[in-house]
């Protein structure tokens, strides 16, 4: 079956960098688009940024210029390069994938910046 396990969340000051990663199984990963989402607490999800198979990239406006995605299909990792975090950056982050037309999730992990 298809899995998502992030990791590499947890608290830093403003300013201050995180890089998540996401391992996946159960799917050819070089075939797959991937993609991370963020929710924050009262908020719905919301997208924060994708990367094709051929490792095309696009961003949700309030990352461009600081968060970079990238994969690595030897890994099948994909990860999230995370620069200048603000406050309201807080979230839990996920990865996703589709199989099918059947959209999979991690199980997400916790990113906190603190002011």
């Known amino acids: 079956q298809v899995q998502l396990v992030e990791s590499g969340g947890g608290l830093v000051q403003a300013g201050g960098s995180l890089r998540l990663s996401c391992a996946a199984s159960?799917?050819?990963?070089?075939?797959?688009?991937m993609g991370w989402y963020r929710q924050a607490p009262g908020k719905q999800r919301e997208l924060v940024a994708t990367?094709?198979?051929?490792?095309?990239?696009h961003y949700a406006d309030f990352v461009k210029g600081r968060f970079t995605i990238s994969r690595d299909n030897a890994k099948n990792t994909v990860y999230l390069q995370m620069n200048s975090l603000k406050p309201e950056d807080t979230a839990v982050y996920y990865c996703?994938?589709?199989?099918?037309?059947?959209?999979?999730w991690g199980q997400g992990t916790q990113v906190t910046v603190s002011s």
């Open positions: 996703n994938t589709q199989r099918y037309s059947i959209a999979y």
């Open positions: 159960g799917i050819i990963f070089s075939r797959n688009a």
């Open positions: 990367i094709t198979s051929g490792g095309s990239t």
